[in-house]
Structure formats: C-alpha cells, structure tokens
C-alpha cells in the first residue's frame, strides 16, 4: 500500500484558476517536501517543512503556498495558474530534516495540465 | 549552481545484456551521490546512496563508484532483466542533503 498519497493522480485547470494538490504520509515521518517535474526536465526541489515549519523555499513565485494543516500532511496550492505550470508534482518525505541521509521517499506525483 | 547530466534515454537492451548509464555532476562543494529508481505508476525510490569520494554503491545488481576526480557516477549492471525497466535518476545532495539536484532521468526498457 502506498505510504505517500497524492490526491488526485490527474487534473486538468484552466489558465488563471487554483488548484489544491493534497499529500499526506503516514510513514511517521517528521519532513515533508514538494519537487516538481516539468516535460523533459530534471526533477526540481520546491519546498521542504519540518515539524510544519517551512524550512526552504526555492520557488521563485508566490503563487505556489504550501499549507500543513498536520504534521503528516503537505498541501500545494497554486493559484494563477499559467500553461507553465504543467508538470508532475511529487510530495516527499523523510525522517528529519537534520542529518538527513538522503533517502528521500515519494508519492507517486500529481499530474496537472494547464490549458 | 549545481547540475547533474545523465544519459538521454531511451534506453533498450535485450534481457542480459550490460547496461551502463553515464552520470557527470558539477558542484563546488563535496556532495553524496544518489540513484534512484522510478517504476511504472510509481514515485522514485532510493536506490543507493555514496557519501565519499572513491567508494562504490550497490543494490539488487546496480553499482556506481564515485568518481570525484572525473566528476562522474556512472551506474552498470552486469546482466539487466525486463524487471528493471524503469527510469534511472542520478543526483546529488550537500549541505541541507534534502534539496537534491536530480539528472533528467534516464528510460530503460528491457526485452525479454
């Protein structure tokens, strides 16, 4: 069973609507991360939170608001959404931020389309 | 800023044959070298991780020794089956380790 969901696998918006990407881990894992992956581009870190604390943030527009209403859940709400935006976003996690060594575990992505 | 370059894919090969995918990295600091490993419906997943310069990974039959001379982590398998078929991702990870810098994948796709 998967211990990383992602909700949902597949969707599709319009250009200037929001969308509400929803992860929730129950891996008892203390840090959670977003990454995202663009057609023919390397997966791209986004964001990472610890204890629901946003740690880092490498997204350049503030159009993209992670949002932890729980320690194991990691939301992506994107507002404004531009064709550019299409891509497959992963939700990540891991033990501790701290020490971290690497092992990174994944959901199995949120694919959007923007039209 | 950093980078990872890897093997345009896609790669296919026939069930036994070698495979070998290159992956150079350009960093200035002292990173650990990952591969991970995405299969069909799946998230990518952790397939080995080498913290140091000159020291090998391995794991179900894949290795890679990091070359830290020649900026390289070039994964191989002696003898591929059809379940390995996947996407191969290199990258690498320094400082916070969790913001890693992935390659763009690489398709393999074995024939049995």
């Known amino acids: 069973d998967p211990k990383i969901i992602q909700k949902p696998k597949y969707l599709v918006a319009v250009t200037g609507s929001e969308k509400i990407l929803i992860c929730e881990q129950y891996?008892?894992?203390?840090?959670m991360y977003w990454y995202r992956q663009s057609a023919k581009k390397p997966l791209e870190f986004m964001f990472s939170?610890?204890?629901?604390?946003?740690?880092d943030n490498q997204t350049a527009s503030s159009r993209f608001q992670p949002q932890s209403s729980k320690k194991n859940h990691l939301d992506l709400q994107i507002t404004a959404l531009k064709p550019d935006d299409s891509a497959t976003y992963f939700c990540?996690?891991?033990?501790?931020?701290?020490?971290?060594?690497?092992?990174?575990?994944f959901g199995e992505g949120s694919k959007l389309t923007v039209l | 800023g950093d980078s990872v370059t890897q093997t345009e894919g896609p790669v296919t090969l026939s069930e036994g044959t070698s495979l070998t995918v290159n992956c150079s990295y350009e960093?200035?600091?002292?990173?650990?070298l990952f591969w991970y490993v995405q299969y069909p419906g799946e998230g990518p997943q952790l397939l080995f991780k080498?913290?140091?310069?000159?020291e090998k990974g391995s794991n179900r039959g894949f290795e890679a020794t990091y070359n830290k001379e020649a900026t390289s982590f070039h994964l191989q398998k002696a003898s591929v089956q059809e379940s390995d078929s996947a996407v191969y991702y290199c990258?690498?990870?320094?400082?916070?380790?969790?913001?890693?810098?992935f390659g763009t994948g690489t398709s393999l796709l074995v024939d049995p």
């Open positions: 990540a996690s891991s033990q501790d931020i701290l020490g971290f060594s690497g092992q990174l575990y």
């Open positions: 891996l008892g894992h203390n840090a």
């Open positions: 939170y610890s204890y629901q604390k946003l740690m």
């Open positions: 960093t200035k600091q002292y990173p650990t």
């Open positions: 080498v913290p140091k310069a000159n």
């Open positions: 990258a690498l990870g320094e400082g916070m380790g969790y913001k890693l810098t």
